[in-house]
């Protein structure tokens, strides 16, 4: 008898190979297998007469084959199998594309159902490529299909068999993670029906009870996990800190601090003072202002006579962090050290015994800071910049390599509210909602590709003014063209160099070139010895070059609008007027709302809960990375009413039982959720 952690090569129907295949999709167990929702549904109920059918639409028709059908070698690599289906209103011209064994298994005589796209001009009609079905067979016609996200080697029908089986194996299976009295309050289906209308709906009410049923689930258990993460943090002690006297630290700033630069300190300095270990994001537009937030942590934790590091994701940025911050705290009394992995050997040792002794203060810092060989005298506090770009893995070593340091987190990613709570978890969060003064607004234009010329004639204008320039493109080709839908970076880079700027100097930067090469030409942008970077997204966390006042960004519809928002924060940081110019040639009329959203504001929470709103919060930073349990059917732009019901669901059954000893299968499933988070979110 199967069990939900069943190999799916053993369900019954399935095998070794199919079995490879589903692995791709990371199907391995049978609870994986039928916790592959589908992405979307096709209504194929509605059959059709042959003359009724419509130009362009989907549709069944149940036809007789009229006579066998004929196989013509068209040249080499193209067959086609043609043959005429027939009812009683007309005829239907079907063909078949490199299909060969159609030819021997539709037969004369007999009926099938055929789904496709019609083609009707005229009185003639006819279907390319359609799913065929003998009569009453009625696995891929005749109902709602669910659609799935599929992988080279597994076709829908396969995966539809596979669900099929895998279903009818653990009918009898399926414990309910439920508990009885929440889903009979909140009115919800029991577990085996939802499972099974979720995959093959008998109609759209069904389905809609299915999945109403599953995301409360996946919501319920989410907002349990996250309650009790905070829950445990909560009991954790630590030594509460002294507060901190920060007025010889705002007295040497060159610049008074914002508002919200205030509040984010005073919260920081009431987790300090709390006896329990911070754990805060500090969430702030590009520009707003987090590195001094960070500065004023890094002295609380230096006057409290503890030890504080700050690892940023790039040598560049972190170098970048050091040459700011460095000089502040040093005027402070603070000794500040900078470690990578590019340091020479004896410079390494020197700052490696300088942090082991507690002489050296503060370490600003890459992933250098984690490796096996730094040991800190008291580390006391932890600070990563752009935490989406660290893995949960990391963040850990860090904190391990004190005894429960405090936690802030910094992110120039706004992220709307109720998903910062899925994707921070039990993270405290402060919001930088306004820019310092002086800060450059940067005028945004979303243009079609004939504009290119006129574009190069601008970028040529503002060079000679003295200023520089990055051109984005979605993705790096290593072929010799550049394809017309996608700009490669290294091609167009030599293109504009060769054929539009042969006076300039033009480089390229993009994810594949190693770390070091990446720095040398980002240094040599920064330091104003080339006027124009071809980039990928990698300049999207980057250096800061004030003196960059044009962003062009290729193919702009490829790229999320808090993306673009990220890559537009890179010029404007100077006194410079900035401009940002998303060029793209798809009309679609959702594609032009999203991209004159850009034009429209340069607040990021706006974009960001616009592009949450049009987009979803499938994967909002392009990787999921940050350790929490992922949404399967969830989504927080529609389920935001049932979100809150779930919450309240959660927080009821734990005030009633704090440890779940009632709810065994409850907290079975928490913790197979939550097994790869837990000690990293603490």
């Known amino acids: 008898m199967p069990d939900l952690t069943t190999d799916v090569r053993y369900v019954k129907g ?50 007789l084959a009229a006579a066998a059908p004929t196989l013509n070698r068209i040249r080499k690599g193209l067959e086609l199998v043609k043959l005429r289906a027939v009812d009683e209103t007309g005829a239907l011209d079907v063909t078949f594309f490199n299909q060969t064994y159609r030819k021997d298994n539709l037969h004369a005589g007999e009926t099938y159902v055929f789904f496709g796209r019609a083609e009707a001009s005229g009185r003639k009609r006819a279907m390319a490529n359609p799913i065929v079905e003998r009569e009453g067979e009625r696995l891929q016609t005749g109902r709602i299909m669910p659609i799935y996200p599929l992988t080279a080697g597994i076709s829908q029908l396969t995966l539809v068999k596979a669900m099929q089986q895998g279903l009818a194996a653990c009918q009898q299976l399926l414990p309910d993670p439920l508990p009885d009295q929440v889903r009979r309050e909140r009115q919800l289906c029991h577990i085996g029906y939802a499972y099974e209308q979720i995959h093959f709906p008998a109609g759209e009410e069904e389905l809609a009870v299915a999945r109403r049923r599953l995301v409360f689930e996946e919501l319920f258990l989410l907002a349990i996990g996250l309650k009790r993460l905070r829950g445990r943090r909560d009991e954790l002690a630590c030594q509460p800190w002294r507060d901190t006297d920060l007025g010889d630290f705002y007295a040497a700033l060159p610049f008074s ?43 609380c934790a230096v006057r409290n006579g503890r030890q504080a590091a700050l690892m940023a994701p790039t040598e560049i940025l972190a170098e970048q962090h050091y040459q700011g911050l460095a000089p502040l705290l040093e005027k402070l009394g603070v000794r500040t050290v900078f470690l990578t992995g590019a340091m020479r050997v004896r410079e390494r040792r020197a700052v490696l015994a300088a942090l082991e002794s507690g002489e050296a203060q503060v370490a600003i810092g890459t992933h250098a800071l984690i490796t096996a060989d730094v040991a800190y005298r008291s580390l006391g506090l932890v600070v990563t910049d752009e935490q989406h770009r660290f893995g949960v893995a990391q963040r850990s070593a860090l904190a391990a390599k004190g005894d429960r340091p405090h936690l802030l987190v910094m992110s120039a990613t706004p992220i709307p509210r109720t998903l910062a709570l899925m994707i921070y978890g039990d993270l405290d969060v402060s919001v930088i909602d306004e820019l310092p003064p002086g800060r450059q607004k940067i005028d945004t234009f979303s243009v079609p590709g004939s504009y290119r010329q006129r574009i190069y004639k601008f970028l040529d204008k503002e060079i000679a003014a003295g200023r520089q320039a990055y051109v984005i493109c979605s993705m790096v080709e290593e072929n010799d063209q550049i394809p017309d ?42 330091a104003g010895e080339i006027h124009i970077l071809v980039s990928t997204t990698v300049v999207e966390v980057g250096v ?86 992922s949404l399967k059917v969830a989504d927080l732009t529609c389920d935001i009413a049932l979100l809150h019901e779930a919450q309240q669901a959660a927080a009821d059954l734990l005030a009633r039982d704090p440890e779940l000893s009632g709810c065994p299968e409850t907290a079975r499933r928490l913790e197979e959720m939550f097994e790869s988070s837990a000690d990293a979110m603490n």
């Open 14 to 63: 399935i095998g070794e190979q199919r079995a490879k295949g589903l692995e791709k999709l990371g199907i391995r167990t049978l609870r994986d297998l039928i916790s592959y929702f589908p992405r979307a549904y096709d209504d194929r109920r509605a059959y059709k007469k042959i003359k009724d059918l419509v130009d362009r639409e989907n549709a069944c028709v149940e036809a």
């Open 257 to 299: 601090l914002t508002g919200a630069q205030r509040r984010a300190i005073d919260g920081i300095r009431a987790d300090l003072a709390s006896g329990r270990p911070m754990n805060r994001l500090v969430q702030g537009d590009v520009g707003s202002g987090k590195t001094m937030v960070a500065a004023a942590a890094l002295l």
């Open 485 to 526: 839908d996608r700009k490669a970076a290294a091609e167009y880079a030599k293109m504009l160099q060769e054929q539009v700027f042969p006076h300039l100097a033009v480089a390229c930067v993009h994810g594949r070139m190693k770390p070091r090469e990446k720095d040398k030409v980002m240094s040599a942008f920064a």
């Open 544 to 629: 800061d070059v004030p003196n960059a006042t044009v962003m062009v960004v290729e193919d702009a519809d490829r790229f999320g609008l808090s993306q673009l928002h990220q890559l537009r924060g890179r010029v404007g940081r100077g006194r410079h007027k900035s401009y940002c110019i998303l060029i793209s040639d798809n009309r679609n009329e959702e594609t032009r709302a999203r991209l004159k959203v850009m034009t429209q504001t340069g607040d990021g929470f706006k974009v960001a809960e616009e592009d949450l709103r049009l987009r979803g919060p499938g994967d909002f930073f392009g990787q999921r990375q940050h350790g929490l349990p």
